[in-house]
C-alpha cells in the first residue's frame, strides 16, 4: 500500500511541476475541460429550473411594470447615445490632425454565467461562449456597470473568466479625472481592488473614478474598473495605501459583454505591441 | 456491504452527482460552507468497497477536481492519494464506527485534503492566509450521515 502511496505522490508533483513551469499540458486541459463540460451544465440546471419557476409564477402585472420601467431606462440611453455618433467621429478628425491613430470600435457579445468558482479564495466565472464563439484568451469581459476580468482558458463551449478581484489579476488603470496612471491588484476579495506603488504626492482623492488604460494591451481603454474608496498615508510606507472599489458587480452580474476588438483577428491571442 | 453489490454505474452516477453539486452556484452567505463532495463520496466508496477502489480511483477522481476547480494538475490528485492512504489504512475499524465517530474522521480527512491543497496553493501562488476554509471540513463532517444514508439506498436501489 505504501509504494502505491509513494508512485501517487510522484506522478502527481510530476504533473504539478510540468503544469506550473511548461504549458505542454493546456492543449490535454482544453481537451479534458470540453469533455467535462455536461458536468458544467448540469451544475447550472438548478439555477435555470429556479429561474423558470418563479418566471412561471410572475403575474402579468409586474411582468408590465417591468418592461414599462425598462423602455424608460432604454429612452434615456437612447438619449444618451445620439449624440455618442457624432461626438466621436469628431474625436477621430481631432486625432487626425493631431496625427494620433484613430479609436476603433469594439464590438460586444452577450454572455451568461453559467458557474462561480467552487472555491472562495479562487476568483473565476464560467461563461456559456467558447471557441464555437471565436472566444480568445485575453478577451475583456464587462457587465453593465464595469471591468469583470479577462478570459484565461477557451473550451469549445464554455470558457473560464478570471475575475478583476482574484489576487494574481492586475489591471492597467487611469484616473479619469486627470489620467494618472496605476495599476490595480486583485486581493482576493470582491469588495476592493488595490493600487499598487502609488506616491504620497500623487492627486488622487477619494471618489475618483478608475478607467481601464490600454497600457499592455490586454484590455480595451477606456471602461470604467472602480472607484476610489479609501486613502491612506503612512509616513513610515514609501508609498500611499489605495483601495478602489470595483464598479461590477462581481458576484452578482448573470449577464456580461464579451469585448471583441475589431481590427483583430478573432482566434489569435491578444499581444502588445503589433498596433502603431 | 457484499461484493456483489458493486457496480461502476453506481459509482459513476455518484460521482457524477458530487461533481455537480461541486459547481453549484450558491448564495454568497453558503459558498463557505460548501461541503467537499467529491472527497465525500470518494471516502464512501473507499469504506465500501476498498478491494475495488483505491488510488487509481483516487487519482482520476483528483484529475477530474483540479480540471472542475481549474487548478495545477496534480493538486488535488496529492491531496486525495495522501486521504486515500489514510481511509485504506484505517478502513477495517472506521467501518465498525458508529455515524458520528466516522463524521469525526470525516471531518479530519476532509481537513488534511484542504490543508494539503491550500499549502501547496500557498506556495505557488498568494493568499490570504486565513484557516476559513476550515468551515469546508466542518460542513462537509455534518453532511457525512446523510451521504451515507441515501447513497446505500441509491445503490441499493440500482443493484
Known amino acids: ?276 | 456491504m457484499v461484493v456483489s453489490n458493486f457496480s461502476w454505474l453506481a459509482v459513476f452516477l455518484t460521482f457524477l452527482l458530487a461533481a455537480v453539486l461541486e459547481l453549484v452556484v450558491l448564495p454568497a452567505v453558503l459558498a463557505p460552507l460548501r461541503p467537499e463532495w467529491m472527497v465525500l463520496c470518494l471516502v464512501y466508496w473507499l469504506l465500501r468497497h476498498p478491494e475495488r477502489i483505491g488510488m487509481a480511483t483516487a487519482l482520476v477522481v483528483g484529475l477530474i477536481m483540479d480540471l472542475l476547480a481549474g487548478s495545477y494538475f496534480g493538486m488535488h490528485m496529492l491531496a486525495l492519494s495522501i486521504i486515500t492512504y489514510l481511509v485504506l489504512a484505517m478502513q477495517q475499524r472506521l467501518k465498525m464506527f458508529p455515524v458520528v465517530q466516522q463524521a469525526a474522521i470525516v471531518f479530519l480527512v476532509t481537513g488534511i485534503h484542504l490543508m494539503t491543497v491550500y499549502t501547496i496553493r500557498a506556495t505557488l501562488s498568494v493568499t490570504d492566509g486565513s484557516l476559513e476554509y476550515l468551515w469546508q471540513a466542518l460542513s462537509s463532517a455534518v453532511c457525512w450521515p446523510l451521504v451515507i444514508v441515501l447513497f446505500d439506498r441509491f445503490v441499493f436501489a440500482l443493484r
Open chain 1, 1 to 276: 500500500m505504501g509504494y502505491r502511496l509513494l508512485l501517487a505522490i510522484v506522478l502527481s508533483l510530476a504533473l504539478l511541476f510540468i503544469d506550473v513551469r511548461f504549458s505542454q499540458l493546456n492543449s490535454a486541459r482544453q481537451i479534458l475541460n470540453t469533455a467535462l463540460s455536461p458536468v458544467q451544465w448540469l451544475s447550472d440546471l438548478p439555477n435555470q429550473l429556479y429561474r423558470g419557476v418563479t418566471f412561471l409564477f410572475t403575474s402579468r402585472q409586474s411582468l408590465e411594470e417591468e418592461i414599462d420601467l425598462m423602455r424608460a431606462r432604454l429612452l434615456v440611453l437612447e438619449r444618451k447615445s445620439q449624440k455618442l455618433a457624432s461626438v466621436t467621429a469628431e474625436l477621430n478628425r481631432l486625432r487626425e490632425l493631431l496625427n494620433a491613430s484613430r479609436i476603433l470600435e469594439e464590438g460586444v457579445v452577450v454572455t451568461e454565467l453559467i458557474g462561480a468558482s467552487p472555491d472562495p479564495d479562487h476568483q473565476y466565472i464560467t461563461i456559456d461562449k467558447g471557441r464555437a464563439d471565436q472566444v480568445y484568451l485575453g478577451q475583456a469581459v464587462l457587465d453593465a456597470e464595469g471591468l469583470m476580468g479577462q478570459v484565461i482558458e477557451v473550451n469549445e463551449f464554455n470558457s473560464r473568466v478570471l475575475l478583476v478581484s482574484d489576487s494574481r489579476h492586475a489591471v492597467p488603470v487611469k484616473i479619469n479625472r486627470n489620467g494618472v496612471r496605476a495599476i490595480a491588484y486583485g486581493v482576493g476579495s470582491v469588495n476592493f481592488l488595490e493600487l499598487g506603488n502609488v506616491p504620497d504626492t500623487t492627486d488622487i482623492e477619494v471618489g475618483d473614478l478608475l478607467v481601464s488604460s490600454g497600457l499592455g494591451g490586454r484590455f480595451p481603454k477606456g471602461y470604467p474598473v472602480a472607484r476610489v474608496s479609501t486613502i491612506e498615508h503612512d509616513p513610515g510606507q514609501p508609498f500611499a495605501r489605495v483601495r478602489a472599489v470595483p464598479l461590477a458587480q462581481l458576484n452578482r452580474s448573470e449577464l456580461l459583454l464579451l469585448v471583441f476588438k475589431e481590427s483583430e483577428q478573432p482566434d489569435q491571442p491578444t499581444s502588445g505591441g503589433e498596433q502603431p
